[in-house]
């Protein structure tokens, strides 16, 4: 699965950003997405993940509630709608595509990942 991810930018605290990414490849809906982040000096770390058929949805503690994950099969997109950004909230962010199953789900799991789309910037400022 090939992945291309859209959107990003420069937003102050309190504010909306919206991301995309773009997957291709004959199997891609099969899949589970996610989107994962890296803050400078820091671990990427999982962001927020839904299933291949969008049934479950899965997101760290940090940006639940300010956070919404989605796709369109028919488009082979996902969406990460974020809202009251805060600085903290600065990172590059990452789409990633792997399967959902598993307890926890594999796409939840940075080291399990197969397939990663090239980093976007999110900036918060204060």
């Known amino acids: 699965v090939q992945l291309q991810a859209f959107g990003g930018g420069l937003v102050q605290a309190g504010g909306s950003l919206r991301l995309s990414c773009a997957a291709s490849?004959?199997?891609?809906?099969?899949?589970?997405m996610g989107w994962f982040r890296q803050a400078p000096g820091k671990e990427r770390e999982f962001v927020a993940a839904?299933?291949?058929?969008?049934?479950?949805?899965y997101y760290t503690d940090s940006v639940k509630g300010r956070f919404t994950i989605s796709r369109d099969n028919a488009k082979n997109t996902v969406t990460l709608q974020m809202n009251s950004l805060k600085p903290e909230d600065t990172a590059v962010y990452y789409c990633?595509?792997?399967?959902?199953?598993?307890?926890?789900?594999?796409?939840?799991?940075?080291?399990?990942?197969?397939?990663w789309g090239q980093g976007t910037q999110v900036t918060v400022s204060s």
């Open positions: 990633a595509a792997a399967p959902s199953e598993g307890s926890p789900p594999i796409i939840t799991l940075e080291r399990l990942i197969g397939s």
């Open positions: 490849g004959r199997t891609a809906s099969s899949y589970g």
């Open positions: 839904i299933s291949w058929n969008g049934d479950s949805t």
